[in-house]
């Protein structure tokens, strides 16, 4: 099993920065991929940023150039950080961890981007 703790949401204003966190405990060694996703109200779950175990890294278009995602391994860790974001981007921000034979989510933390 594995456990996923997210924290850093809250309130941010246009063109802020904000950097979110993914604690993870348990059977963290069978984890060979971390990604965010998040959901607005009223849409689908989308994924936003993945990286895998090697370092390499994805991201959806909406994204790209603004959010950057990486991890510390010392830390069992993953962040987004969140660079000139827009209010399109509120949401709930999700953790998830892919493992050997199952995914984990975390419990989401929400993002809002207004001024």
């Known amino acids: 099993q594995v456990q996923l703790v997210e924290s850093g949401g809250g309130l941010v204003q246009p063109g802020g920065s904000l950097r979110l966190s993914c604690a993870a405990s348990?059977?963290?060694?069978?984890?060979?991929?971390s990604r965010w996703y998040r959901q607005a109200p009223g849409k689908q779950r989308e994924l936003v940023a993945a990286i895998t175990s090697g370092g390499s890294t994805n991201y959806a278009d909406s994204v790209k150039g603004r959010f950057t995602i990486s991890r510390d391994n010392a830390k069992n860790t993953v962040y987004l950080q969140m660079n000139s974001p827009k209010p399109e981007d509120t949401a709930v921000y999700y953790c998830?961890?892919?493992?050997?034979?199952?995914?984990?989510w975390g419990q989401g933390t929400q993002v809002t981007v207004s001024s």
């Open positions: 348990g059977s963290i060694f069978s984890i060979y991929a």
């Open positions: 998830n961890a892919q493992g050997l034979f199952r995914s984990y």
